[in-house]
Nanobody, 123 residues
Framework: QVQLVESGGGLVQAGGSLRLSCAAS????????MGWFRQAPGKEREFVAA????????YYTDSVKGRFTISRDNAKNTVYLQMNSLKPEDTAVYYC????????????????WGQGTQVTVSS
């Protein structure tokens, strides 16, 4: 098990940037693949980005490719999501999650979740 705490959310104008952080507790953090998901009001939780444990493979949903970057620092037990060129449709609660599964793009593949951080993009 690993405990996850997100931070860095907030209110930003369209075109702006935010950097989300997810701090993990537990000495086995480097064993987990990490993902970011988001959930807007009235919508299902959707995959945003994921990174394998060594950081050598990353995955993105099409709508954020070229704008968002996922990275990790295993020495700091932290995963990041750099979000640039934000759009109003990026508004959601963003969750980080950890998994040892190979199913990185489905929330069903994750069994460790943070509490979420709100991102609001104004037009």
């Amino acid at each position: 098990q690993v405990q996850l705490v997100e931070s860095g959310g907030g209110l930003v104008q369209a075109g702006g940037s935010l950097r989300l952080s997810c701090a993990a507790s537990g000495r086995t953090f480097s064993s987990y693949a990490m993902g970011w998901f988001r959930q807007a009001p009235g919508k299902e939780r959707e995959f945003v980005a994921a990174i394998r444990w060594r950081g050598d493979s990353t995955y993105y949903t099409d709508s954020v490719k070229g704008r968002f970057t996922i990275s990790r620092d295993n020495a700091k037990n932290t995963v990041y999501l750099q979000m640039n060129s934000l759009k109003p449709e990026d508004t959601a609660v963003y969750y980080c999650a950890a998994t040892i599964s190979i199913k990185l793009t489905s929330p069903l593949g994750y069994d460790n979740w943070g509490q979420g951080t709100q991102v609001t993009v104004s037009s």
